[in-house]
C-alpha cells in the first residue's frame, strides 16, 4: 500500500512515519511537510512544502498531491483534523470535560468548532 502524510516532523507525525517506513506492507510514504525531515528511507518520497491550504506553486514531480489535501478536507472531512483543531479541543475539554476518553478527528473537529 502506498501512504500519504501531511506533517511528520510532530511528535504524532513522525511516529506514524516511522512505522509506516517499518511495516512490510507500506510500499512507499509520500510526506508533505512544511520543513525537512532528517530522516533517509528508500520508501520515503519528500515535498517540502509551505501552504497547505495553497499548492498552485507546486511542481510537477507532486502535481498528484495539488488537490488531495484540500479534496480529503471535502470528502472525507471526518478523518482529516488541524493542529490548531486539536489545540481548541484541548481547551473545550480541560474547560468543560467530555464524554469519551480517547478523540477521534470527528470528536475534536466537533469540538474546536464550539470554541
Known amino acids: 500500500m502506498n501512504v500519504a502524510i501531511f506533517g511528520a516532523t510532530g511528535m504524532v ?26 530522516i533517509s528511507h528508500p520508501k520515503l518520497h519528500e515535498i517540502v512544502h509551505l501552504d497547505f491550504f495553497d499548492f498552485s506553486a507546486t511542481s510537477s514531480r507532486s502535481m498528484g498531491i495539488r488537490s488531495l489535501y484540500p479534496l480529503l478536507r ?17 481547551i473545550e475539554v480541560a474547560e468543560r470535560g467530555y464524554s469519551k476518553q480517547i478523540l477521534f478527528s470527528p470528536d475534536i473537529n466537533r469540538l474546536a468548532s464550539r470554541s
Do not use: F, W
Not at 19 to 37: G, K, P
Open 13 to 38: 507525525g513522525k511516529g506514524v512515519l516511522l512505522e509506516c517506513l517499518d511495516d512490510a506492507r507500506v510500499a512507499r510514504v509520500l510526506l508533505v511537510s512544511r520543513q525537512h525531515i532528517d
Open 74 to 90: 471535502r470528502v472525507l472531512p471526518q478523518y482529516v483534523t488541524t493542529t490548531v483543531n486539536i489545540g481548541r479541543a484541548m
